[in-house]
Each structure stands twice: as C-alpha cells, then as structure tokens.
C-alpha cells in the first residue's frame, strides 16, 4: 500500500486523563517495527474494561491513552520479521498475546503467554512502548491493541487472522466478549450435557439482581432491603432459605468457622478445583488475606514442593507458614 513504511495521521478517540471525556484527535501513528503488523481499524466494540480504566482505575501513569481492546481490521503494512500476515489480510487483535512458543502457550492449563506479560506493564494496562503521538505526546497503546483509533500498530503474536469473507462488524467482538462468555460457560463454569443454566445480563440492573435475593425479609424505614447473595451478614438478624445453610458441630467457633461461607472455599477450591495443583508444582499465592492462606493450604494439600506466598504485609509471613508457606 502507498502508505507502507510512512507515519499515517489519523483520527483516534484519545483518553488525555482520568476521569475525563475521551477527546477526537488527528495523530500520527508510525509505521510497523520488528515483528509488528499495522492495522486499519474497520470495526470496534465498546467494553466494560475500557470504562474502568477511565473512570475507575484511573492510574495517572495510565495516560494518555488510547483505549480499545475489541475491534477487527485490515493489515495495512508489516515490519521485518513478519512471515504470517500481509497486507489487505482481515485480522482481530488479541489483547492476550500469544507466542505459541513458551511454555504457557503450550500449557492447556492457561493462555497467559509469558512474552505477553513481560512486554506489557500491567499497572497501567499499557506497554512500554508505543506507535502513537499526538501533538508531540507520546500516547500509550491500551492492552497493547487501541481499536479506537483507525489504525493502530501491534506486535504479530497478539494479532489472528480471520477468513476473508468474515464481516468486519460482527467478528471485532471475538477480541473480548465472545470468548469472555463463551469461556466462562465452557472453561470456568464448565457446563455438561443436560445442565439447567441461568445466565444474567451485566448491566447495572442485571448485576443487582444476581446478587439481591428478590424476597427480602428485610425493611428499613418502610423501605425494602435487599438480601445480598441471599444471606447478609452484616446484620444482627437474617431470613435465609434452608437450602442455603449448612449445620455445623455444635463446638464449632463461630469466630473461626465464619470464614467458611467464602474466603476458605474460595482459596481452597482455587487451587485444587481452579489450578488444579499437581504433586511437586511451584505454586505462587499473592495475598495473604483468608482466600490467600486457603490457597496455601489448598496448593499444601495438592502436594506442592514450593509454595511462595507473597504480601505487602510482612506480619503475615509468619501465620502463611503455619498453612504451607516454604
């Protein structure tokens, strides 16, 4: 294409700061370098992630940015080193990288490739380095991919191809929220044949009823109070349905045995259940917090070798021990 090996101006919504409405800008976008494929932007999807990182994560080093993870596009040009795209191909970025070589890519455990998480600061959801300017600023590339912008430079291992006739508008969702459902129901949830499932909408309301029980016994100046997850335990008093109690040993600390209902459970199943720690594994557990110590004791219980327990707080070192920590 005429435009290869040359910096195109474009337009691009850019985030200048946190907290504050994405601006439409002309920037440069430089050509592709080592290994780097440069992309068109035909479509994009707008995701949760995207807001978070504008008005909820708001990291100042985060900025400026432009944001986009979920979008689809045409390769415009290729740097040195490219052997499996050309120009005028119809690709998706990946904001998960994938090196096919390492030994994550390899593991049917995870898809987290390890070459992708060591080029990306994960602080700010943006690396290093970066093809954008605008007036004279260097703007990061979100998660590595910024689909809001029309064009937009990545690395060759967090870009896919996808079949020429494939329409642009539909398969830009494939980047995020596709596979984000698909594999929650597939891969986490891990539905079988025959399963009843119920899957709620995330938007503000969805979200409230999933975690509001819809026959709350509780009331608080003439006004209805939802249970939340059924069970609110932040009140002296609670209606639960019996088949959402468990009966304990009479002896039991109810100190202790609190912890029960979902910090122990959680840690524990994830890394027996999640991870599925094998005997002699390397385990690392950052947060030493009651899921934290579950998952030492889980991982201990898995048969680990080594276990490293991580914190900011080193008062808790001493009691990881106790669960497994070596």
């Known amino acids: 294409m005429a435009t290869a090996g040359k910096v195109i101006k474009c337009k691009a919504a850019?985030?200048?700061?946190?907290?504050?409405?994405?601006v439409i800008e002309e920037?440069?976008?430089?050509?592709?370098?080592?290994?780097?494929?440069?992309?068109?932007?035909?479509?994009?999807?707008?995701?949760?992630?995207?807001?978070?990182?504008?008005?909820?994560?708001?990291?100042?080093?985060?900025?400026?940015?432009?944001?986009?993870?979920?979008?689809?596009?045409?390769?415009?040009s290729v740097g040195p080193g490219v052997t499996e795209f050309q120009p005028g191909d119809k690709v998706i970025p990946l904001f998960i990288s994938q090196c096919k070589q390492c030994r994550f890519c390899k593991s049917p455990k995870t898809n987290q490739c390890e070459k992708g998480w060591a080029a990306d600061r994960h602080d700010v959801m943006a690396s290093a380095e970066s093809r954008f300017?605008?007036?004279?600023?260097?703007?990061?590339?979100?998660m590595g991919t910024s689909t809001f912008s029309q064009y937009t430079v990545m690395?060759?291992?967090?870009?896919?191809?996808?079949?020429?006739?494939?329409?642009?508008?539909?398969?830009c969702l494939l980047g995020c929220g596709v596979c984000t459902g698909f594999g929650a129901a597939v891969n986490t949830a891990k539905v079988e044949p025959g399963s009843t499932c119920a899957v709620f909408g995330l938007g503000a309301v969805g979200l409230a009823a999933a975690k509001g029980w819809p026959d709350s016994r509780l009331t608080?100046?003439?006004?209805?109070?939802l249970q939340f997850v059924g069970?609110?335990?932040?009140?002296?008093?609670?209606v639960v349905r019996q088949i959402a109690l468990a009966k304990i040993d009479p002896t039991a600390p109810l100190?202790?045995?609190?912890?029960?209902?979902?910090?122990?459970?959680?840690?524990?199943?994830?890394?027996?259940?999640?991870?599925?720690?094998?005997?002699g594994s390397t385990c690392a557990v950052f947060g030493l917090g009651a899921v934290g110590l579950a998952a030492v004791m889980g991982c201990k219980a898995a048969g680990a070798k080594r276990i490293i327990a991580v914190d900011i707080n080193p008062e808790k070192f001493e009691k990881a021990k106790v669960f497994g920590r070596n």
């Open 133 to 142: 300017t605008c007036k004279g600023k260097k703007v990061l590339q979100f």
């Open 255 to 279: 100190d202790k045995v609190c912890l029960l209902g979902c910090g122990v459970c959680t840690g524990y199943g994830a890394a027996v259940n999640t991870a599925k720690v094998e005997p």
């Open 27 to 76: 920037i440069e976008v430089a050509p592709p370098q080592a290994n780097e494929v440069r992309i068109k932007i035909v479509a994009t999807g707008v995701c949760h992630t995207d807001l978070y990182h504008l008005f909820e994560g708001m990291h100042k080093d985060g900025f400026p940015a432009v944001l986009g993870h979920e979008g689809a596009g045409i390769v415009e």
């Open 231 to 238: 069970t609110s335990t932040f009140s002296e008093y609670t």
């Open 220 to 225: 608080c100046k003439v006004k209805k109070v």
């Open 14 to 22: 850019v985030a200048w700061e946190p907290n504050k409405p994405l």
């Open 155 to 171: 690395n060759q291992m967090a870009v896919a191809k996808v079949d020429p006739a494939a329409p642009l508008d539909k398969v």
